[in-house]
Each structure stands twice: as structure tokens, then as C-alpha cells.
């Protein structure tokens, strides 16, 4: 169950992963994977598990964010106003952590999208752990519980594994989603990504 903007309604969810699940691999700092975001859970025709990942220690060269694009496809998408926090790159490496401690309770999908609109359209640093608690509090994680678990080693362990393991199935970049043993990259890439989980989905049946 899902609400008005696309986020899990409630706590733990369906979208900590099964097998065969496609994969939407994300990184807070990258404003494509915010426009992706933001259509993920229509565009595809299965729920995708939400993997935060780091985009920098991903095998591929960066993606060129051409502002004026993103600015263009947030308005034809109906979305608010992006707003571009002053530092850029966005400092992401608490709302990283948080993702990944999010996950853990089945509130990934819900931090996620409110960590992005507090950084792409309220224009807040992601960098500011204040920005980041507020993104938590609209998904009723507690801010202690968000300190302690962000600090913890085992979470950041937990995000190193999990952005190895993206490389190691052929993630280049973010935003992408794994769909079987293909991968796509790129808002763009959703609906290829969508097109190839309908054909195995007919194959299968």
C-alpha cells in the first residue's frame, strides 16, 4: 500500500527485497535519481526494491547534471519547483546512512523521497542534520534512533556492501534499476526497464 505521493503507507513494508525482485539503486546527492524517484513505483510494472548506494564508488564516470533538464522534466512531471541547494555536490553522507538504517525498518521508500524533496525542491543541504531529521520525522523515524543507528559501523558497512554489490551486477551509475540480469541506467532507463519486466513476466506465464 502506497500513498498519495508514492511512499509506503506505515512502518515495515514489502520492499526490503525477494528474490527476482527488480532493484531501484538511488544516491540523495544525484537529482536524476530524484526525478526517478519520483515515478519508480508507477513506471514499473513490479515493486522494485529501493537500494541506496554510493554513487562515487560506482565503476562509471558521473552523470553531467545539466540543471536546466532536470528543471524542465520536474515541470512537465508536474513536480514542485526544483530548488538547488547552495553546496554542490551535495554533502550526502549522513542522509546515506540514514537511507540505509531506513531500510532496515521498511521505511526506505518513504525516508528516500522525503530526503530528496527537502534537497531538490525545498533547496535544504542534505549535509545539515537537521534537514535530514526532518526527512526521518515524515517518516516516523525517531531522531534518536536515527542518530545512533547513522553512527553505528555496521550501517556504513552495510552501505559499502551494498554499493559493491551494485558494481558487481553491473550498476554504473544512478539512478538504475535491475531488472533479472539486465541493468538500466538513468530516469530514461525506467522505461526500458519496465518493457523487460513485462516481456519476462509474459515468458514466465
Do not use: N
Amino acid at each position: 500500500m502506497v500513498d498519495s505521493q508514492g511512499a509506503p503507507a506505515g512502518g515495515p513494508d514489502h520492499l526490503l527485497g525477494e528474490p527476482g525482485q527488480p532493484v531501484f539503486y538511488f544516491d540523495l546527492g544525484s537529482p536524476e535519481a530524484y526525478l526517478a524517484a519520483e515515478r519508480v513505483l508507477s513506471a514499473l510494472p513490479e515493486v522494485a526494491e529501493w537500494q541506496p548506494v554510493l554513487a562515487a564508488a560506482l565503476p562509471g564516470p558521473p552523470a553531467a547534471v545539466d540543471r536546466d533538464l532536470i528543471e524542465v522534466r520536474a515541470a512537465q512531471r508536474g513536480l514542485m519547483t526544483v530548488r538547488w541547494p547552495a553546496r554542490w555536490p551535495p554533502e550526502t553522507a549522513l542522509a546515506m546512512r540514514v537511507a540505509t538504517f531506513a531500510k532496515q525498518t521498511g521505511r526506505t521508500v518513504a525516508f528516500a523521497q522525503a530526503a530528496f524533496r527537502q534537497c531538490f525542491a525545498a533547496g535544504r543541504d542534505l549535509g545539515d542534520q537537521d534537514t535530514v531529521l526532518l526527512a526521518a520525522a515524515a517518516c516516523e523515524l525517531h531522531p534518536a534512533a536515527v542518530l545512533k543507528g547513522s553512527g553505528l559501523r555496521s550501517v556504513a558497512t552495510r552501505l559499502e556492501q551494498a554499493t559493491a554489490a551494485a558494481a558487481a551486477a553491473g550498476v554504473l551509475r544512478v539512478p538504475a534499476v535491475r531488472a533479472g540480469d539486465e541493468v538500466f541506467h538513468g530516469d530514461g532507463g525506467l522505461e526500458a526497464a519496465a518493457e523487460a519486466l513485462r516481456g519476462r513476466a509474459a515468458a514466465a506465464g
